[in-house]
């Protein structure tokens, strides 16, 4: 399995990106998809999941109203629409797959065994 995150880069605060992530080796609508971040001294958290058919999506309350996960199965990718970004949301933005096969939104940080490379996110004030 590759999970290959990119549209990382430098924002001004109130302004937006897009993350993709493009999953290669699984069957990849058999998967809900996940996405966490870290900043720097920080430990990895929980930005927000997807479920397999797009029914249901979770999210931080840190980030919930502003960031939007999609996905498009027929291109093995999900997304992370980040709108209204603030200072604190800095950090390396890393997509994962979940250990179960079962296409639910899981939130935890235990429920994941499969990472991207990361990319990193810098919104300055």
């Known amino acids: 399995v590759q999970l290959q995150a990119s549209g990382g880069g430098l924002v001004q605060a109130g302004g937006s990106l897009r993350l993709s992530c493009a999953a290669s080796g699984l069957t990849f609508s058999d998967y809900g998809m996940g996405w966490f971040r870290q900043a720097p001294g920080m430990e990895r958290e929980f930005v927000g999941c997807i479920t397999r058919t797009s029914s249901s999506r979770k999210y931080s309350d840190l980030v919930k109203g502003r960031f939007t996960i999609s996905r498009t199965n027929a291109k093995n990718t999900v997304y992370l629409q980040m709108n209204s970004l603030k200072a604190e949301d800095t950090a390396v933005y890393y997509c994962?797959?979940?250990?179960?096969?079962?296409?639910?939104?899981?939130?935890?940080?235990?429920?994941?065994?499969?990472w991207g490379q990361g990319t990193l996110v810098t919104v300055s004030s």
């Open positions: 994962a797959l979940p250990k179960r096969r079962s296409g639910l939104c899981d939130t935890g940080l235990q429920d994941y065994d499969s």
